[in-house]
């Protein structure tokens, strides 16, 4: 599976941002594709994730009720929408994909687990 992360940039606290990543390379039916962050001198941390087949989203405590995730099926794109946009969310973001069988909900939200990841695109929050 190959992964492009796009739709990084600058914006104000408030403000909303869409990330994109667009899989190729694999059916993705048995995967669920999940977004991380990273901030400088912190771990890479669980943000986001969906079930390519039947959908279900799971989030971050810290981003529930601001972020979105969803994907579209025709063009292989899972989504990040970014809205309320606080500094605190500053952070490179990843994309990663992973096969749903044998995980749980605990470990798919666990980056170490993920096989295929995306090069990252940077998103900066400013106050």
């Known amino acids: 599976v190959q992964l492009q992360a796009s739709g990084g940039g600058l914006v104000q606290a408030g403000g909303s941002l869409r990330l994109s990543c667009a899989a190729s390379?694999?059916?993705?039916?048995?995967?669920?594709m999940g977004w991380f962050r990273q901030a400088p001198g912190k771990e890479r941390e669980f943000v986001a994730v969906?079930?390519?087949?039947?959908?279900?989203?799971y989030y971050a405590d810290s981003v529930k009720g601001r972020f979105t995730i969803s994907r579209d099926n025709v063009k292989n794109t899972v989504y990040l929408q970014m809205n309320s946009l606080k500094p605190e969310d500053t952070a490179v973001y990843y994309c990663?994909?992973?096969?749903?069988?044998?995980?749980?909900?605990?470990?798919?939200?666990?980056?170490?687990?993920?096989?295929?990841w995306g090069q990252g695109t940077q998103v900066t929050v400013s106050s």
């Open positions: 969906i079930t390519w087949n039947g959908g279900r989203a």
């Open positions: 390379g694999r059916t993705l039916s048995s995967y669920a």
């Open positions: 990663g994909a992973e096969t749903i069988a044998g995980h749980t909900i605990a470990t798919i939200r666990d980056h170490t687990q993920y096989n295929y």
